[in-house]
């Protein structure tokens, strides 16, 4: 395993762990991703009822690349879905990873051409990101915007196969 950068002790690795809890970033990041992977699996339970038991075991890849196969994400969603899950692979299995303000600028503005920004959540937060040096320096409330956007569009998708607006049917 190569040497986590920054990390040099257990101490290091300790006060790591415990900096997580206040961490907006990191918490915003997964738990955006988490809301966007429950959306696909709810947009491919409708799409392939009884595929139910299979979907919920794919990881977030290949859950993508299912629903782009059912047809209900075009190439620029893909994309943007699979992009999101790399910079969610790099945070889950790097200890010391923290992308910079490049990378995730990149990852909003892959959004911004992909997803509609329903309530100007990529545009906020890609001014808030202008001319900062780091996304510590950032106002955390943009941290879970892209996911936002996002999840209207999916959510908004889930309801023209047929889901309810409000209630999430379970599938048995």
Same mark, same amino acid.
């Given at each position: 395993?190569?040497?986590?950068?920054?990390?040099?002790?257990?101490?290091?690795?300790?006060?790591?762990?415990?900096?997580?809890?206040?961490?907006?970033?990191?918490?915003?990041?997964?738990?955006?991703?988490?809301?966007?992977?429950?959306?696909?699996?709810?947009?491919?339970?409708?799409?392939?009822?009884?595929?139910?038991?299979?979907?919920?075991?794919?990881?977030?890849?290949?859950?993508?690349?299912?629903?782009?196969?059912?047809?209900?994400?075009?190439?620029?969603?893909?994309?943007?879905?699979?992009?999101?899950?790399?910079?969610?692979?790099?945070?889950?299995?790097?200890?010391?990873?923290?992308?910079?303000?490049?990378?995730?600028?990149?990852?909003?503005?892959?959004?911004?051409?992909?997803?509609?920004?329903?309530?100007?959540? +990529? %545009? /906020?937060?890609?001014?808030?990101?202008?001319?900062?040096?780091?996304?510590?320096?950032? *106002?955390?409330? =943009? !941290? $879970? #915007?892209? +996911? %936002? /956007?996002?999840?209207?569009?999916?959510?908004?998708?889930?309801?023209?196969?047929?889901? *309810?607006?409000? =209630? !999430? $049917? #379970?599938?048995?």
């Amino acid at each position: 395993m190569p040497r986590a950068k920054g990390i040099n002790s257990f101490t290091d690795l300790y006060e790591r762990a415990v900096g997580i809890r206040d961490n907006s970033f990191l918490s915003s990041f997964i738990l955006g991703h988490l809301m966007t992977e429950y959306l696909l699996v709810k947009i491919a339970e409708l799409k392939q009822p009884t595929l139910t038991k299979l979907i919920e075991t794919l990881n977030h890849e290949r859950l993508v690349e299912l629903v782009f196969g059912l047809g209900e994400l075009d190439e620029p969603m893909k994309e943007t879905l699979l992009a999101i899950n790399t910079m969610r692979n790099k945070l889950a299995h790097r200890i010391s990873y923290t992308p910079s303000i490049i990378e995730y600028k990149n990852i909003v503005l892959l959004a911004q051409s992909s997803f509609s920004d329903m309530t100007d959540g +990529f %545009m /906020q937060t890609l001014e808030e990101i202008e001319g900062k040096s780091s996304l510590d320096e950032c *106002d955390e409330f =943009i !941290f $879970h #915007e892209m +996911f %936002m /956007q996002i999840s209207y569009n999916l959510h908004e998708l889930y309801v023209d196969l047929g889901g *309810d607006w409000d =209630i !999430f $049917h #379970e599938n048995t």
